[in-house]
């Protein structure tokens, strides 16, 4: 059985590719960012992809986009600005009409499943308020919800990246039941960043690669043998060339060390805590920025391309990013991770098929 979804911010499609790998189908993504969508229809052909406000979008032309099919997931990650909300419920919030407009989808489509992801912080802030009023306004619409702030690297993902995760069941479909979790299928063995990008180490820090380039290195670790599969052409992997001064302040910065381990006269070069941090080839990645240029290679003395972003995101090299090189790391930055995303989704999956839907 294919199960449909449609995901209202679906940016580049990490969310979208996680599900299409649990074996759903993406009939339609919706987000306003022309790059964004560019590169969605790019790698999930086959999906109608509107580039609009959604706040413009209404459940009928959701309906005629795709062409009156069953959806039976709504996925996306809206933003929600209102966080502090002063008494007032999140949906009243004139802040946050992006996060009504998914609400009210969800409520207009009904289908049997959504999955809501934003950042842990929403969890906390206000006293829990908030992530009340999130599972009031989807339960007032027929839906049991549960949330739980996840581990990227516990799924699989090599990258330290929380995220908290809003699962809702149609009481229509499931009655009384709620959704479970997936366990962490990672051990004490996470994988690290050496073990997700070091057959890339091959660029120079000098000379830019073409955006399509051949692989040099042979795979060296199952992680890496995974996301080149079935990819002949390496795309993405693009080296951006800082200046003399900035390699030289890179390079004092040791494996996985950060400003602290700079002369204290350089430490106000740059105003935010995470600069001149890189990563440790030993462990997984902090999150990754969305192009910033704060974060470096654990060992060449530069920030990450964007295909090693996307590797560490456990984006496939299958999949390519389009746009320009800053535009390409903000939309992996950005993304939900799709191994994350694919256990998750085959969780899913398994309490569609229980229900018989």
Known sequence: MTYNFIDLFCGCGGFSLGFEKAGCKSLLGID????????????????????????KISPEDIKKAVNQQKVDIIIGGPPCQGFSISGKRMIDDPRNV???????????????VFVMENVPGLVSMAQGTIKDSVVE??????????????????????????????????????????????????????ISCEDAISDL??????????????????PQTEYQRKMRSNSAVLWNHVATIHNQKTKEIIAMVPDGGNYEDLPKELWSTRKVHIAWTRMDSKKPCFTIDTGHNHHFHYRANRVPTARESARIQSFPDTFRVLGIKTSQLKQIGNAVPPLLAESIAKRVMSYLEEQNV
């Open 32 to 55: 306003l960012w022309n790059d964004a969508t560019t590169t969605y229809q790019h790698n999930f052909s086959d999906a109608k992809v509107i580039n609009n406000d959604i706040t």
């Open 201 to 218: 180490d091959f660029i120079s820090d000098e000379i830019p690669l073409p955006d399509e380039t051949e692989y040099e290195i042979a």
């Open 98 to 112: 992006l996060y009504k407009s998914f609400v009210e989808m969800v409520g207009a489509l009904q289908p049997a």
């Open 137 to 190: 306004d989807f339960s007032s619409r027929g839906y049991n919800v549960t949330w739980k702030i996840l581990a990227a690297d516990d799924y699989g993902v090599p990258q330290h990246r929380r995220r908290v995760f809003f699962v809702g069941l149609n009481k229509a479909v499931f009655k009384e039941r709620t959704f479970a979790f997936p366990e962490p299928i990672t051990g004490d063995k996470k």
